[in-house]
């Protein structure tokens, strides 16, 4: 071989070996097949030709072109054929927190979405810049300004009102306080019922018994209940699932029942006249009768009155001869 050969062997191979080295370090795709999707951002803030493209965080090939279209920049972005960009996926603009150069990151979509197909748009979501944050910040500082002198204001004029109102009404300020110095100095003092509730120790010795009292009206209550629930005493007995009790309290109220059919009965057959008693209930004659007899007596009873003098006078004149 020539040195002329030799030369250009090793010529080629230094090309070999410096595509292999960009590759591997830029990532060109020069030994890898890949598909094109694209983005619309409203401001790419800064990014560039060749920049990476990441799926997931992970390298998934390289930003191809940037035109601007209307009111929005479309990137065009090459992807490595063995991966699988989702249609929903979203491209985001972020930076390398040392070096702050951009590159575009892929979400992975739902698993459920069909896969992107070549020459696809994808939504492109662009984060606040540096300025935009500022520009918040700045609004953010001037309404805290603008509602820090509202506030000054305010507490300004209600200072002006509240000295106003004290100075009107300072005499009845005045006799208010004395007022309630007076009331909290009977009180104290033990003046009147509420003094004296306040500082008479039996009352809280009568409290204290109350509540004893009503601990033990409690507990007796409680005490009862138990009784009741166990079915102890009669009232409990009464309560509780006894078939005894069920089954003589079932037959008082047969015995009831039959009582009240034959009284019925019974007074069925006295208005219908049945018996000696029904026919003196029913038989008007019987009333006929009773009247004569009533008036028979009452004119035997004239006969005797007027035979009493002439029978007592024959016994005095009898006695005498």
């Known amino acids: 071989m020539s040195n002329e050969q030799r030369i250009g062997l090793f010529f080629l191979l230094g090309l070999a070996l410096l595509a292999v080295a960009v590759e591997l370090t830029i990532g060109l795709g020069l030994l890898r097949r890949r598909y094109e999707l694209q983005a619309d951002f409203r401001d790419v803030q800064g990014l560039d030709r060749g920049a990476d493209v990441r799926l997931a965080g992970l390298r998934a090939g390289r930003v191809e072109d940037l035109r601007l279209e209307g009111d929005h920049v479309r990137v065009t972005m090459a992807i490595d054929s063995d991966l699988t960009v989702r249609r929903d996926a979203v491209a ?52 805290i300004d603008e509602l820090a002198g509202t506030l000054n204001a305010e507490a300004s004029r209600l200072l002006v009102s509240l000295a106003d109102v004290v100075e ?13 110095a007076s009331i909290t100095a009977k009180l104290d003092r033990g003046t009147g019922t509420l003094g004296r509730l306040l500082n008479d120790p039996r009352l809280y010795d009568r409290v204290t018994d109350t509540m004893t009292d009503v601990r033990q009206s409690v507990q007796d209550l409680g005490v009862v209940a138990h009784n009741l629930r166990e079915g102890q005493g009669t009232l409990g007995k009464l309560m509780s699932n006894d078939d005894r009790l069920y089954v003589q309290v079932q037959e008082t109220l047969d015995n009831l029942a039959v009582a009240s059919r034959n009284a019925q009965e019974i007074t069925d057959g ?35 009155e007027d035979q009493a003098p002439i029978s007592i006078l024959g016994t005095i004149v009898t006695s005498l001869f």
Not at 276 to 303: I, M, W
């Open 92 to 143: 985001k603009l972020d930076f390398r927190a040392l070096s702050g150069e951009r590159f575009v990151s892929l979400t992975l979509g739902t698993p459920t979405a069909p896969p992107a197909a070549p020459g696809d748009v994808l939504e492109g979501e662009t984060p606040a810049g540096l300025a935009d944050a500022v520009d918040q910040m700045a609004r953010v500082a001037q309404s």
């Open 168 to 180: 009107e009404n300072r005499t009845a300020v005045g006799t208010l306080t004395g007022n309630l």
């Open 270 to 304: 006295l208005r219908n006249g049945e018996g000696t008693l029904g026919k003196a209930l029913v038989d008007s004659s019987l009333y006929e009768q009773s009247l004569d007899t009533l008036r028979t007596a009452n004119r035997a009873a004239q006969s005797v």
